[in-house]
């Protein structure tokens, strides 16, 4: 158990409709990312946060949203969902290691039509 | 291009057999570097982590870095039915924020 929890772990949507995934830790990690994985890509990042109301951008930032109220929840929120959205989307978060390793969930598994 | 290439695959191997998977890197910044092993429909988990250049050896699993090529490679020995997943190599230049970059995975089927 990586200690981070992901839902909805399957979602199915419709164009156009606003969506939001959540992303819960267990401990107290200050550094969460979102990415999404595709065929052929592998996984990119989509934004990331460094501590409660601390976020940046990853390289596939576009049309996602992201908030941090508390340190254990971060929420990804796509504002009006497009079918090019339909992916796998993993939290990860980093453990506080030498090695700076990052723990992912099991992922969420969107489909937007 | 992208910053990380990997070939996909698939590779299939018989059981026993030596498993070679690569990576190749265009950010000459990059100095930690990461293999993750993902189970179908898991989410990845860390397998190797070396900084820097070298080599470094955990059980059957061997991770090599040559920075003046900007080449990486992960190599089972003695691959078993269970190494059968994805493999992804990851990188990053700064600790700092950690924004990992992946390639887009090699799926490996060891064949009992």
């Known amino acids: 158990d990586a200690g981070i929890t992901q839902s909805p772990r399957h979602k199915v949507t419709e164009t156009g409709t606003p969506v939001t995934l959540r992303c819960h830790q267990t401990?107290?990690?200050?550094?969460m990312y979102w990415y999404r994985q595709d065929p052929g890509h592998g996984l990119r990042l989509i934004h990331y946060?460094?501590?409660?109301?601390?976020?940046d951008k990853g390289e596939v930032s576009d049309g996602y949203s992201v908030s941090r109220s508390k340190t254990e929840d971060f929420l990804l929120t796509l504002e009006s969902a497009t079918s090019s959205q339909t992916s796998v989307y993993f939290c990860?978060?980093?453990?506080?290691?030498?090695?700076?390793?990052?723990?992912f969930g099991e992922g969420s598994r969107l489909t937007v039509l | 291009q992208k910053e990380v290439e990997q070939d996909p695959g698939p590779l299939s191997v018989p059981e026993g057999a030596i498993v070679s998977l690569n990576c190749t890197y265009s950010?000459?910044?990059?100095?930690?570097f990461m293999w993750y092993r993902q189970y179908s429909r898991k989410g990845p988990e860390l397998l190797m982590y070396?900084?820097?250049?070298g080599n470094k050896e955990d059980g059957r699993f061997t991770a090599q870095v040559d920075k003046s090529s900007k080449y990486i490679s992960l190599f089972i020995r003695d691959s078993q039915p269970s190494d059968s997943a994805t493999y992804l190599c990851?990188?990053?230049?700064?600790?700092?924020?950690?924004?990992?970059?992946f390639g887009a995975g090699t799926t490996v089927t060891v064949r009992a």
């Open positions: 401990e107290n990690h200050r550094y």
């Open positions: 990851a990188m990053a230049a700064r600790f700092n924020d950690y924004k990992l970059s």
């Open positions: 946060s460094y501590g409660v109301k601390d976020t």
């Open positions: 950010n000459s910044a990059f100095q930690y």
């Open positions: 990860a978060k980093r453990a506080d290691s030498n090695t700076g390793e990052l723990f």
């Open positions: 070396t900084y820097s250049s």
